[in-house]
């Protein structure tokens, strides 16, 4: 059993950073991939970032790429989304997810836990 818990969300203007981070409980943090969702007002949830149990492999939505990074420390249980160039349609409640299969997906199906999510508000 993981439990996942969201923290960095905010408001910001557009052009600007933030920071996600997820703490996970467990010991089996280090085996399970993580992954970074969105979902918006009226629309569905959508794959943002992924990375592997050991942060050698990650994978990014196209409308991302280039101005997110994930990361991870698992000696802290801690998994990252740096943010920066930030626009208006990152505007969602961001989500992270433990996939216990350790490689990361983009499909969120395969992540069988899930934290209760972060508002990001991008403002023009």
């Known amino acids: 059993q993981v439990q996942l818990v969201e923290s960095g969300g905010g408001l910001v203007q557009a052009g600007g950073s933030l920071r996600l981070s997820c703490a996970a409980s467990?010991?089996?943090?280090?085996?399970?991939?993580m992954g970074w969702f969105r979902q918006a007002p009226g629309k569905e949830r959508e794959f943002v970032a992924a990375?592997?149990?050991?942060?050698?492999?990650?994978y990014y939505a196209d409308s991302v790429k280039g101005r997110f990074t994930i990361s991870r420390d698992n000696a802290k249980n801690t998994v990252y989304l740096q943010m920066n160039s930030l626009k208006r349609e990152d505007t969602a409640v961001y989500y992270c997810?433990?996939?216990?299969w350790g490689l990361g997906a983009r499909a969120a199906a395969e992540y069988d836990y899930w934290g209760q999510g972060t508002q990001v508000t991008v403002s023009s």
């Open positions: 467990g010991r089996t943090f280090s085996s399970y991939a």
């Open positions: 997810a433990a996939d216990p």
């Open positions: 990375i592997s149990w050991n942060g050698g492999y990650t």
